[in-house]
């Protein structure tokens, strides 16, 4: 399987949490960096967070910075999205990516088919 598979998605109130799973063949795994988008209803797809190949960088959007951290286990081929403190406007598709480290979308190669986030106010 070369696509990602994403995890974790759910039904939150606001204030809450949820932690995202991204797993990936070891193939296509390691080496890369794995980042998380996001999509709502009816706007763009956004950038939300990247961490490089050996985690050893990170970059988070503005809006979810100091809400949101991203890690990685390369032991386990799988990257996580801790998202905490949840509002509505998170509210979207996740979905994770694994290509060149960056916020833009058409430096990945493998993207995964998206779970979905919704919180409630």
């Known amino acids: 399987q070369v696509q990602p598979v994403e995890s974790g998605g759910g039904l939150v109130q606001a204030g809450g949490s949820l932690r995202l799973s991204c797993a990936a063949s070891?193939?296509?795994?390691?080496?890369?960096?794995v980042g998380w988008f996001r999509q709502a209803p009816g706007k763009e797809r956004e950038f939300v967070a990247v961490i490089s190949w050996n985690g050893a960088y990170t970059n988070l959007a503005a809006s979810v910075k100091g809400r949101f951290t991203i890690s990685r286990d390369n032991a386990k081929n799988t990257v996580y999205l801790q998202m905490n403190s949840l509002k509505p406007e998170d509210t979207a598709v996740y979905s994770c990516?694994?290509?060149?480290?960056?916020?833009?979308?058409?430096?990945?190669?493998?993207w995964g088919q998206g779970t979905q986030v919704a919180v409630s106010s």
């Open positions: 990516a694994l290509g060149r480290y960056g916020s833009n979308p058409l430096g990945y190669d493998y």
């Open positions: 070891a193939s296509i795994f390691s080496g890369n960096a």
